[in-house]
Structures are given as C-alpha cells and as structure tokens.
C-alpha cells in the first residue's frame, strides 16, 4: 500500500512522525463512494455522561453526585449552559464552540442493546451493532453496503493503529498503518500496573521508581515525549482530517481514546480524556478544512456509569450516558432526549440513568440521511434491529 | 492446565504458543526433546561459506570504493558504500529466520538449551565481520551440539570463523612463527583468556597469566581464509608458535594437535563442569544458585564426561527447577513469550529486532564476551520495566478478538494470580486487561 506516499502529499511527513502517537488512541479509515465523511469516535471504557453532560437542571441530581458535576453555568471554570437544564463540562471547549455554531448534537439517556455492564462485551455488542458478538462491525457492513454508482475515489483504506477495530472490521478492505515506536498507557493503566506489582520485591518497588523518575524528568523537562503522548488524540485526528479531506482520500474513519473507566477519583481522571477528545475534534476540523461542511462524527461509548458516587469518589459500570453527533453537516445547537429523570423510581435497576434512545438509532440516522445508505441495507448493518427508525433531524438540510 | 505443565511451559520452554495442545507428561515432553533430532528448519539457511562471502564481498565493494576516491580526489578517506551491505543483509535474514524459529517451534526447551549456549559462547556483532556469520555459528557449532558432549561443541565453537573473528584470534600470529618473524606481528591472547575465563574453567581454576599467553601461543595459526577458494577455518602453519608448551602443568605439542588436546584439556577440567553446571542452574532453577543442585549437575557431567544431554536432562529431574516463579524474563525471554501467546509468525511481528533493541536485549549484540546476563537484577531497572510496560500496551493492540482471561489462563493456567485475573475483569479495554496481563509479575517471570 502506498500509504508513505500518500501521507507524505498530506503533509504526514512520515510514519515516524505518528510513531508513539498510538498509546491511548488509534484511527481507521477506509474509502468509500461517496463526497460524505463520516468518522466515528469509540471512547472505551464507558464515559459518564451525567458528569460530562449534566443534567443541572434535574433536582435529583445533586442528591445522587453532588462531588461529581462541575460548578453551575456563570461560576468560575462552570458547566457551559446548553439551554436551561443540561450543561456541557467545562474541558470541552472546541465542542461547545460546535455546540453554539449548531454542529454539536448531544444524545441522551441513550445506550446500546447490551445490559451486561461488561466492558469487553458491550464494546463488542456496540461494535457490532446487534446485541451479539458479530465477526464483522457495523461501519464495514455499511461500507459494503455503500450505493456504487458513484465514482469511487481513489483513496486508500487504512487503520493508524496496531489493529483495525471491530467496528471497521469485515469484508470491506481496509487496510491497517501501525506507527513503529513505543506507546505510553493512560495514568489510570500505570497506576493498576504498578498496584499489581506492589507486593513483589523486584518488579514493585523498580515500576514505583520508574514512575517517579519519569514524572521528575517530565517536569524538568518540558515538551519531553510525555508532553506529545499527551496529545496523541488530537495528533491522531489531525491525521485523519488531513486524509479525509483529500479530494481523493479515504471517506470513513474509526478512531478510538482509553481512559474513561473512572472507578477512582472521576473528577481529576476525567479531564484529561475529555481534554483529548476535546482538542482532537477541534484538530479535526481544522485539517478538514472546507470537507467539514461534508462531515458528521459519531462519538458513543459502551456504556454509562452508575447514578450514584461510589466510596473512592468515581462511578462504576452502568448503562445509559451520551453520544454525540458532530460535525458541518449535523444540525445540532440542541440536546435530543426523552429524559427519564434522576428522582426516586426512575434509575435503570435503581442505579443508572435509564436508557430511552437506543445509540443505533442515531448511527442509523447518520448512514441513512449523510452516507445515503438504503434503508433496505440497514436491516444487515444492523441486524436485529430493523424495526428501530433511523433517527430523523441529525442533518443538516 | 496444572502447574507442572505450566512450569514446563515457561520454565524450560519459551512460553505456550497460543492454545498449541498441551503435553500430556510434561517431564516426558521435555525429555523427549533432548532426544532429538532437532526439528528447526532456519529459512535463510545459514552456512559459513554464504557468511564469509558476504565478508568478502564487501571488503572488495570497500576497496574499490577507496580506489575510486584516491583516483578522483587524491584522498584515502572518505569511503561511501558503493552497493548493498551484503554482510547487515545475511544478518537479517539469519535474525528473522532465528526468531521465527524460537516463535514458532514445537521444541522450546530444546531452542531455550540452544539460546543458552548461544550466550554461553556469545559472538556479538559489534565486531565487524561477524554480522553475516552469527546465524551460521549458532546452526553450526551451537545448535547441533546442545545434547551432545560439551567438548564437541567447545571444539566446534573454537574453529569457527565468527568465534575465531570475534575474539581476534584470526589476527594472533606466534613471535617466533615464520609470519611472526617477517610481520613483526605478536600475540592476540584475547580467544586463549575468554575461552578460559568464560567458556570453561573460569578464574576459579586459579589459573596465571603464564597459562592465558601459553594457551594463546598454542592458538596461534587458528585463523580463517579469506582468499582461497574455499572460505573458512585454516590453521596456518605459518604463524602457529612452534615448539611445545606448557600450559597448567602439563606439556603440550605444537602443531593443530597442540590445541585440540588443550581444548579437550579444558572442556573436561572438573572446574568446567563446576562452572556450567553454576550458569545451567541459574538458567533454570534461580539466579543464586542452590548449591545442591549444582552439585548435582556438576557430577552428572563429571561421570557423563560433559554430556550436555545427560546434564539438561538432570534440570529436568530437579525438584527445585519445578518451583515456580524464580527466574525473570529477560527482555528477549519476555518478548518471545508474549508473541507465542498470540502465535505470531515474525511475518506478523516484523519489528522484532528493534523491539528488542529498545528493550535493552539486541540480539546477537551482547556489550561484551561474557554475553547477556542471565540475573534479574540486571533486568528489572527501573526505566527497563517502564519501556517493558510501554511495549507491553503498543503490543497488547494486537489482541483483537481474544478474551483476555483465556489468554491468561493458555499463557499461565495456574501460574496466574486470582489478584491478577481480578485486574484484567476490571480493566476498561480488552487492550488494558491484556496489558494487565503482560505486566504482571505473574507473566514476567518464568
């Protein structure tokens, strides 16, 4: 695959130039017939919705996690207000700027068919867009299922990543670009790495030394490769808005950020993958240039967390949460959900936010209105849920 | 899995390959791989005559390269390369095929026996020359002698071209020899002390220098040809010191003859066997080495007369090599165990030797004659476990569809620590529980 040359003509310098970047994030990409691009985001690990989009508004929710929601909209490093009952968490500011420019939508109270609250299954479930685990993902499937009337683009299908996610996995090609170097893990992953090795004599007590030797030497040492690791998302997603915004560029990306899973501590470990998310959608934009007013992004989790705080300030596995659609082609500037409520009665097995929208709905919307996928390939994309409407509105007309 | 299977496994073994089929006696397993034959097929096929080629050819590409500057420039330095390194090409192929081997092998206690004596009789790369002669050496004096009596192998080690390059005894040229007399040219007693130090007796032998330079006049002539027609191991009469010798009391004739019967001397020295039985028990039971057990090999290759099969064969039959968890993995140990797990091919995995460059292990790139430490101490710094960590979550991405948890479980079956197996079920990725995995101290060592 040609693929040095091809990054070369973007500006991607080289391969060397990502090398590294795949630590905590990776990107897919593969052509298809059509001017649309459409990208989708996996945050693994369940990102909490209830912190990142709170429902403010909602009496309940302060009694289930007052430590948990950023200060109210109007008060120092507040919630962005996002019209009276929701806020958006203050770190994401490139998407709240979307959100006031109308492309930004937020999904609610939405979830997955899965109820299994596994990380792995529900991430395979999502992936495959049924409530099994399907050896291919819904975004191949739909790939495949594309109209091909159209002039196919010459551009090459690739993953920046050491593998091709499920969700881009299948009989459609797509190729794979894995970027040679080492690859750091999140803060949370050292911190579990190190906990495991505690108790043994020699592997403990070297990792708690080489933790603190390499924090001692990020800061003497700024813009050290902690400093660029910590910015592997957004790197990665510049990439991809580089090679989707070529006139003869791939057309749909998968990409994928750890570091949601915050059982611990929510509020510090939340920020820095929201930062990411936040700067890699921004860097999005950006490298597309004028191909953002053809884009739509999805960006879903596996699931959400509980309602209610555990004993080491952090939520553990749950069910519903938020998704987002973005991107110059979604009409957004609003939040879409039949808000189940926070208050006594209303939480999913009396402990998570209820799931009232299900996440294919809005995946379905996006390939149907933004990729023209027939309606009649939907029931293959996504099996087992033919009878769910894609839903309508998430485009702009 | 029981723990006997899954000590053999990682222990004398290179790591379960995937869910390959377990032995049903692991001792019988091991034993019956040190009956051979040695079922490795090495793809580059590695030989002497395509090494020394490849030495050759690019000594002629340098000279004509030099020609050409002197002519157009009038200076003797600056030398570009005009055409392929034929010498960093052999290399690589050998070290693919090498890999490829330990990845892929149905014998990984026989290839672990075959890796340790690698080290034991370390060549390195860093000398120039011995790039494309690696891969041959292991295939030709190593690898058909890990069962075989240790003086078979020292003989054969002695007379190779990438032994006899490395430790310089190629350039050795007796005073008092023909060559020596014309040349100038002394001793190189740099093969006569390793042999000596590292490769048999070892100091504890109480050996003087008088013996180092009188084993080294007894070398002399042991070279390798360059420009016959048929490349390799010469003895040169020309420069071999004449006269008998005397080296750690006993007398010693001149000629080819004198070496060999001080080789076969040294490789049946009571200290020998003390000494390879210390670095075989450290290889497979712990890095201090219970006395009692070196005391048991030692005597198994003592009445063997250094049988390196009948004495492997004794590991097997130590209870304390069946205790779990003693030995750490060096990088290229850890490597290699992780990439069976996922039964990669080298195809799969073609960035392994520079994993194994920055992970601190190069292969075949040991700093020194005395080779790769075989202690975890010397392993388990701080930054190396941290890069050993990093490398782990880059690889980890490879896992694909597997469930972590039956990957563990195929990598350690009871070896894993229910503490380790609750860290991967709370981790958010699959990615993550298989890094778990990978970090645990559980998986590191072996």
């Known amino acids: 695959m040609p693929l040095t040359r091809r990054a070369a003509l973007l500006g991607l310098t080289s391969a060397v130039s990502l090398s590294g970047l795949a630590g905590r994030a990776s990107l897919a990409l593969a052509a298809a017939p059509t001017d649309k691009r459409f990208v989708v985001v996996i945050l693994r690990g369940a990102m909490d919705g209830l912190t990142v989009v709170p429902p403010y508004g909602d009496p309940g929710l302060r009694n289930l996690r007052a430590v948990l929601i950023p200060p109210l909209p109007g008060q120092p490093n507040g919630l962005r207000d996002l019209g009276g009952f929701y806020g958006l968490h203050p770190a994401l500011t490139n998407m709240y700027a979307m959100y006031q420019a109308n492309e930004l939508l937020i999904v609610h109270a939405a979830a997955g068919p899965y109820r299994s609250r596994s990380h792995f299954e529900a991430q395979d479930y999502l992936e495959s867009g049924a409530d099994h685990r399907l050896t291919s993902g819904w975004l191949n499937r739909a790939v495949g299922a594309l109209p091909s009337d159209q002039q196919a683009p010459t551009g090459l299908a690739l993953a920046v990543s050491v593998t091709v996610p499920l969700v881009l996995r299948g009989p459609a090609m797509v190729g794979n670009w894995a970027p040679h170097g080492f690859s750091t893990p999140e803060p949370e992953l050292y911190a579990r790495i190190a906990q495991l090795n505690h108790d043994d004599r020699l592997t403990g007590p070297a990792i708690a ?17 902690d400093e660029k690791d910590r910015y592997a998302f957004p790197a990665l997603a510049e990439a991809a808005g580089k090679l989707l915004g070529a006139s003869d560029g791939p057309r749909i990306a998968a990409m994928e950020i750890n570091g949601w899973d915050t059982h611990v501590a929510q509020m510090a470990r939340l920020d820095q993958p929201l930062r990411q998310l936040d700067a890699g959608m921004g860097a999005l934009k950006s490298a597309l240039g004028p191909a953002w007013r053809q884009t739509a992004v999805l960006v879903m989790t596996e699931f959400g967390r509980t309602a209610h705080v555990n004993g080491d300030n952090g939520t553990d596995h749950g069910t519903a949460t938020v998704a987002f ?73 | 899995m029981d723990t006997q299977t899954a000590q053999a496994l990682v222990r004398f073994g290179l790591g379960r390959r995937g869910d390959a089929a377990l032995p049903a006696d692991p001792r019988q397993w091991l034993l019956g791989q040190l009956r051979g034959p040695d079922p490795a097929r090495i793809a580059s096929e590695p030989s002497t005559a395509k090494g020394l080629a490849a030495v050759i050819a690019d000594r002629e590409q340098r000279r004509q390269a030099r020609a050409a500057t002197r002519l157009s420039t009038g200076a003797e330095t600056p030398v570009a390369r005009l055409g392929p390194n034929h010498a ?57 002698h ?62 003087t220098q008088a013996d180092v330079t009188n084993f080294a006049r007894i070398l002399t002539g042991w070279s390798v040809d360059l420009r016959g027609p048929s490349p390799g191991f010469l003895f040169r009469l020309m420069a071999h010191e004449p006269g008998s010798v005397t080296f750690m009391g006993l007398p010693f004739p001149p000629g080819e003859a004198g070496g060999v019967a001080a080789l076969t001397f040294l490789a049946n020295h009571p200290s020998t066997h003390h000494f390879l039985a210390t670095k075989l028990v450290r290889q497979f039971i712990a890095d201090d080495p219970p006395p009692h057990a070196v005391r048991r090999i030692e ?127 709370h981790a958010g990725s699959r990615r993550d529980a298989f890094t778990l995995l990978l970090t645990s101290p559980d998986f590191q060592r072996r």
């Open chain 2, 146 to 207: 890990v069962t075989a009596r240790f003086e078979a192998m020292l003989m054969a080690v002695m007379r190779h071209p990438a032994m006899l390059m490395y430790l310089q005894n190629a350039e050795s040229v007796g005073p008092d020899s023909p060559a020596g007399q014309r040349t100038q040219r002394g001793l190189n007693e740099n093969l006569a002390r390793e042999c000596m130090e590292l490769h048999t007796v070892s100091p504890a032998a109480g050996y």
């Open chain 2, 88 to 144: 960093h090409e052999v290399y690589e192929a050998d070290a693919k095929a090498e890999l490829d081997n330990a990845l892929t092998t149905p014998t990984p206690f026989r290839e672990r026996l075959v890796w340790f004596w690698t080290n034991h009789f370390t060549v390195s790369i860093r000398q120039g020359g011995c790039q494309p002669l690696v891969g041959a050496f292991i295939e030709e004096a190593i690898r058909p």
């Open chain 2, 299 to 425: 005597a198994v290759l003592r009445d063997s007369r250094g049988d390196l099969g009948a004495a492997s064969g004794a590991l097997v039959d130590l209870p304390a090599a069946w205790q779990p968890g003693s030995k750490y993995r060096t990088p290229q140990d850890y490597v290699i165990a992780s990439a069976r797990l996922l039964a990669l091919d080298s195809s799969a995995i073609p960035a392994l030797p520079g994993i194994l460059a920055g992970l601190g292990q190069p292969l075949w790139n040991a700093p020194a004659p005395n080779g790769w430490s075989d202690k975890a101490s010397d392993w388990a710094a701080p930054e190396a476990i941290m890069r050993r960590i990093d490398w782990s979550y880059g690889f980890a991405g490879r896992i694909g569809d597997h469930d972590p948890a039956e990957l563990a479980e195929a990598a350690l079956g009871p070896l894993l620590r229910p503490e380790t197996l609750t860290a991967m079920q």
């Open chain 1, 209 to 225: 030394d080489g933790l603190r030797a390499r924090a001692f030497a990020a800061d003497v040492m700024p813009g050290a490769p």
């Open chain 1, 325 to 397: 659609a973005l991107g110059g082609a979604v009409a957004g500037g609003h939040v879409r959900a039949n808000w189940p409520g926070l208050g006594p009665g209303k939480l999913f097995e009396n402990r998570d936010l209820a799931p009232t929208i299900d996440v294919r709905e809005v995946a379905m919307g996006l390939l149907a209105g933004h990729l023209g996928l027939p309606s009649g390939a939907l029931a293959q994309v996504f099996p087992g849920s033919a009878t769910d409407a894609p839903m309508r509105g998430l485009l702009r007309a």
